[in-house]
């Protein structure tokens, strides 16, 4: 202000050596594929010090004073010439009680000098480190908020809709959220934020998201229109790759004022005119929805508020088929997402069941005004979602008693907008978001057909199961009269299609496979409809459903139907080689389209706590020969490969969990854990990684005009005849291996067969200086018991200065040698 004086001043307490505790990095680090390479190391040179705040206190007015407190009796010099060169004192600090007190000359002066405000940058520092050296600046403290990705994560994902996505990048175009980068729940280590550009392009295409990258790293706002857009759609688990998408779409970006960073998204054409769900119509009887919380139904503050509902669930606790899971089968219950809420985060953190339940159990049931967000709690959208998922509890429960459900646990669907309807009735945890997880995105990349996952242990800790998953689609357009329908194929939501596409029958080896050609629809859906019109279902997918089975049902019953009646070659059968001599029989595998196997005789017999020998399982690790040749032969498979910077590593090597006792499984038990983890991260196994990450995606196209790849193996691990088909509209294929033998791995050791395995293995390797290294599962020849016995056999040992054998010497060297062969043999 006009008339009065502003005085800046700074402390800051050191312990004046010229040295440094730690190395101090004056360089800037980078990534390698083989890691993190950091900055050079730099020493302080207190020369520069001094000169660089004399010559730039030169220029202030009124110049900066600085205070100097010193920690150890050494190293006055410094901070000594610092304080008396500016106009200031230095103090020595005698101990660590009272520092206040110790420093009281110094807020004396600021007292006694300050006509109005007194600017101040006061830094204490670690010994043998000076944080600061911008005294002359006008700040008088500085204020943080920290906030962790999670938060971020829920706060960009909540205004979203259609295929739109969003991401957050700072200001050097590194990207510190995006839909293909893992959860920050995922993390096991700080992350590492790659560049945009690697996920928003492929090979440096297409080149007008240099623009869009460019514009944001200078902190612009616009937008940008792209006609070939790439857009990537996870496929499932995080190493599943993604499926590529080319179509129009838009970039909006904007830089976050008084921040490093910059929002934008990605808005395709289609999402323009995009169409909400809309509610059933009046009249339509909606049963009563629960909160998936069921056990908050009996606390006191909900009964109080709701009515005794917890005696009409008829809640059941540990029944053998859900150990520790407390379900119902009166109902099926409602989890509501945290982008179902208007402020996530405040949901996330809150604590008290007992309020959530009651506001979750009013909005599900239409108890008051929804009046939507901002000024609401849940968003005004997802309600009609809840009703139109209501109309299939009767299905699943009327069924529950049929034979072909009676091994199924659970059943559920889960909605575009994050809501999560499940039978038997059950808790999920509270961040739990149906969208994210892999049966969901498994469906959305296969949306025509039943898409069928690998093994692996349920979220519910109730054992192996294998989840059928297949997607709902929006209903097609009222007004379908500007559309254009006049091809046979490829039609879009509301055109008229054939009931079924064309069928053609097929034999593999012993076994009978119907094969399902061409599909007119997009959605691969022919759907009746009002006045039974057979029309193609719409083009969206806005929810998924699906069902779990334990894996030893599922495998029993896909082999009860692979059993040919009167054949002595059905899957699983023995008999004698064509060589009249070895044993052999006929192998069958179910597996995916990335490769990983979905049924293995092997796996009835792996424990339920190994879970590496049944989760993702690729078929090159069981049968590298016949993968060499789909690979490399027949180009089914075609490999892909990508670098995963947000890797998992192990400290330690595999090994099977010895019990499940102790771990974190149920819903209650994550939701608790989530809660009160604190601020010390446990004891983890494992750390953050650089890892290739090598995957296999088929291509039908190599089928032939019959459906079938046909072919024979005489490799070093196996022999055999194998026959491959696609089983119609899932993402399965059977493969069928008649005379299977083995024999050759009765060798010593079989090393062209382990490496043959390898070779074609999938999976994710970590990164050691440009090459792959990973975790050797299987156990060494030693604990196999398999290493020759060794007979104590003494060997003379001479040299001489000239570091020559002579023609006896070399004699003995070979006899003894010798020796020790016939012995191990």
Known sequence: MPGQAVRASSCFATDGEDNDGDPVRCGKGYYTRSGYVPGQICQYDWNDVWDEVQARNRYMSPRTRIFSYLTADNGEEFPGKLSCDNQGYMKKLT??????????????????????????????????????????????????????????????????????????????????????????????????????????????????????????????????????????????????????????????????????????????????????????????????????????????????????????????????FFPDVPVTFNSSTVMLSPKTYCHPNTFLFRE????????????????????????????????????????????????RSSEILKDVPWTYIGTRSGIFRSYPGHRSRKNFDPTKRPWYHRALVNPSKAAVSNAYMDANGIGKVITISEAVFQAPPQNTSNMSCGSMDNLQGGCPCARYGRLELYHIASLCVTVTWTFQCISGKCRVYTGNRSLCAGDRVEAVTALDILYNDFHRR????????????????????????????TRCYLMDNLANLVTDPDFLLVSTTDAREYERVSLGRKEGDIMKLLVTKHKFFVPNQRVDFQGICSVSPYAPKVTLEGIVRTPEQEDDYYKNRGPIPPFRNEYGCIQDVVGYTSDDSVLGPDGIIADSVDGPCRSGNFFLSALPRTNLYLLVIENWSEYRQSYFYNFNCHISNRVFDAGAFRIVNGTCAHIETEASLKKKEKCPALKNVHMQCSYNVSNALTLPSLLQHLIATLIVILNWR
């Not at 108890?367 to 968003?379: K, V």
């Open 352 to 399: 008290n069941n007992s309020d959530i339940a009651i506001e979750a159990h009013r909005f599900l049931n239409g108890i008051g005004d929804n009046i939507g967000c901002p000024q609401g709690r849940f968003r005004a959208s997802v309600r009609p979602d809840v009703e139109i998922t209501s109309l299939i509890e009767d299905i699943w429960k009327n069924n």
């Open 558 to 585: 896909m082999y009860g139907l692979l059993n040919s009646s009167g054949e002595a070659k059905s899957c699983g059968m023995n008999y004698t080689c064509p060589d009249g001599e070895h044993l052999c029989q």
């Open 95 to 320: 101990d660590e009680e009272n520092i206040i007190s110790q420093m009281q000359d110094y807020y004396s002066f600021l007292a006694s000098n300050t006509i109005s405000v007194s600017n101040v940058t006061c830094d204490i520092s670690l010994p043998g480190r000076v944080r600061s050296w911008d005294s002359w600046s006008r700040t008088i403290g500085v204020v943080g908020i920290d906030a962790t990705l999670e938060e971020i994560e829920n706060i960009l994902l909540n205004d979203q809709w259609g295929s739109v996505y969003a991401f957050l990048v700072n200001e050097r175009g590194e990207t510190i959220f995006h839909p293909l980068l893992r959860p920050s729940t995922e993390l096991v280590d700080d992350p590492i934020f790659i560049p945009i550009s690697t996920l928003e392009q492929r090979n440096g295409k297409p080149t007008e998201f240099n623009t869009v990258a460019k514009s944001m790293m200078d902190g612009e706002t616009g937008s940008l229109r792209i006609e070939d857009a790439i857009r990537s759609i996870p496929k499932g688990d995080f190493q599943d790759g993604v499926m590529l998408v080319t179509l129009p779409s838009t970039y909006y970006y904007t830089s976050i004022k008084d921040s490093e960073y910059v929002f934008a998204f990605n808005l395709a054409d289609s999402d323009k005119n995009y169409r909400r769900p809309a509610s059933p119509p009046r009249g339509m009887k909606i049963p009563v929805n629960y909160y998936a919380n069921i056990e908050s139904y009996n606390s006191s503050e909900v009964k109080q508020v709701l009515g005794d509902l917890y005696t009409d669930l008829n809640v059941q606790h540990n029944l053998a």
